[in-house]
């Protein structure tokens, strides 16, 4: 079940992604959440990595609607809810940078993969919305 389909059986009524986004905006996760030291990437350091041209997959583990909002024309969508049965699509030897909102779905998507193996991933720290503040202010922060 989405964020949003369960904040709309909480409020009991349908909302719309804008006022969905709305209501995540006056309850806001808190910004740059981590995956612990050595998991993390910053959006200037990522942003420079891809500008070297090195081989990163960018996987987005938000829900369909919050992609809706904001996204990075580079990323792949997989939602955190079925990463686990799609991580045969994910090889381990890529470099791989999770992303979610703001860090935190991301660390919990990191931490799915290196129980599985993976050791080349990386955790977007503060997520979609640090690339909007620190790399492309064109992207709405939400």
């Given at each position: 079940?989405?964020?949003?389909?369960?904040?709309?059986?909480?409020?009991?009524?349908?909302?719309?992604?804008?006022?969905?986004?709305?209501?995540?905006?006056?309850?806001?996760?808190?910004?740059?959440?981590?995956?612990?030291?050595?998991?993390?990437?910053t959006a200037k350091d990522l942003e420079a990595r891809l500008r070297q041209g090195h081989p990163i997959r960018l996987i987005d583990v938000r829900e369909p609607h919050e992609w809706n909002i904001s996204h990075l024309d580079?990323?792949?969508?997989?939602?955190?809810?079925?990463?686990?049965?799609?991580?045969?699509?994910?090889?381990?030897?890529?470099?791989?940078?999770?992303?979610?909102?703001?860090?935190?779905?991301?660390?919990?998507?990191?931490?799915?993969?290196?129980?599985?193996?993976?050791?080349?991933?990386?955790?977007?720290?503060?997520?979609?919305?640090?690339?909007?503040?620190?790399?492309?202010?064109?992207?709405?922060?939400?």
């Open positions: 079940m989405s964020n949003q389909t369960v904040f709309q059986t909480l409020v009991g009524k349908a909302m719309s992604d804008e006022a969905f986004a709305k209501a995540l905006t006056q309850n806001p996760e808190p910004a740059l959440k981590s995956a612990g030291e050595g998991w993390d990437i580079q990323a792949e969508l997989i939602p955190l809810g079925s990463l686990a049965a799609r991580m045969d699509e994910l090889d381990p030897t890529e470099e791989i940078v999770l992303m979610c909102r703001t860090g935190g779905r991301s660390a919990r998507a990191l931490d799915l993969l290196r129980t599985a193996g993976f050791r080349k991933i990386r955790n977007l720290k503060g997520g979609i919305n640090a690339w909007a503040r620190e790399v492309d202010p064109k992207l709405p922060v939400y």
